[in-house]
């Protein structure tokens, strides 16, 4: 991919190219992160317009950053947040009804068996039998509905994170959790987020003390090499402190793509 042409459509078009890299903002990532986000959505939305080069090279908004990603406003309204939503919406439908029919025709066939309503109900995995929490798998107690496919994708993120293979497997028996009207507990979805909150504060404790380190000898030396030049050179610590927190957040970040995208060797 060329990275000085839209990273869309790659093609010179002599429109004027938006780089998000080059931006006077002080959120210049921001551009990035909607755009990588937005792009995960018309994933998971089955979406086949996705260039390829977008799929293979374009692997998170750091990448953008570092190569200053840029494109044209029209093709960058190609993948908004409404089209995705519009996307996965219409994929929901086109999934529910699919069900709808298997069930309705299941449960004809059996129209004249007493264990008619038995037989059509096994045809939806157990999690999704009636008043029962898919994540504990039990009855009673107040449930409620998955409403959201946002509630959708933060549940699915929540157990591939966790690497419960459990969760994983009866996941992947339903692709929208809203057309399956999925039911759970307060208390479990809490659990579950609790111990997605743990795990991740595990991984990160890994990277924390060499990120603040490292962060503090670049803020020293850049201190020394600034009072070398300039004798008269003031630091005020609002300054420093804000110097500090940004950079252990950008080498953390750095640390953690590494150690998820970097195979051991």
């Known amino acids: 991919m060329d990275w000085s042409k839209c990273i869309?459509?790659?093609?010179?078009?002599?429109?004027?190219?938006?780089?998000?890299a080059k931006?006077?903002?002080?959120?210049?990532?921001a551009g990035y992160e909607t755009f990588i986000a937005n792009i995960r959505l018309?994933?998971?939305?089955?979406c086949e317009d996705l260039p390829e080069w977008i799929k293979s090279e374009v692997k998170d908004a750091e990448t953008l950053a570092i190569n200053e990603g840029k494109w044209h406003s029209t093709c960058y309204?190609?993948?908004s947040r409404t089209k995705a939503d519009r996307l996965a919406e219409r994929?929901?439908?086109r999934e529910s009804d699919a069900f709808d029919k298997t069930f309705t025709r299941v449960n004809s066939s059996n129209s004249n068996d007493p264990r008619g309503v038995t037989e059509s109900t096994a045809s939806t995995p157990g999690m999704f039998r009636g008043n029962m929490c898919f994540l504990?798998?039990?009855?009673g107690g107040r449930l409620h509905q998955v409403q959201t496919l946002e509630l959708d994708r933060r549940l699915r993120d929540c157990v591939q994170d966790l690497q419960d293979q459990q969760l994983i497997a009866e996941?992947?028996?339903?692709?929208d959790l809203v057309a399956r009207e999925a039911k759970y507990h307060a208390k479990c979805l809490t659990a579950l987020y609790n111990r997605h909150r743990d795990s991740e504060k595990a991984r990160a404790s890994d990277t924390s003390m060499s990120s603040a380190s490292l962060a503090l000898a670049e803020l020293i030396a850049f201190m020394e090499e600034s009072n070398v030049e300039d004798l008269s050179t003031v630091f005020r610590l609002a300054d420093l402190l804000k110097l500090y927190e940004a950079r252990v957040n950008q080498l953390r970040g750095q640390f953690l793509y590494k150690q998820e995208h970097i195979a051991p060797t």
Do not use: I
């Open 136 to 139: 504990c798998h039990e009855k």
């Open 171 to 175: 996941l992947n028996t339903a692709s």
């Open 77 to 79: 309204s190609r993948f």
């Open 8 to 20: 869309v459509c790659q093609a010179e078009t002599g429109k004027k190219l938006s780089c998000p």
């Open 23 to 29: 931006s006077k903002r002080k959120d210049t990532g």
């Open 91 to 93: 994929k929901r439908k």
């Open 42 to 46: 018309f994933e998971e939305a089955g």
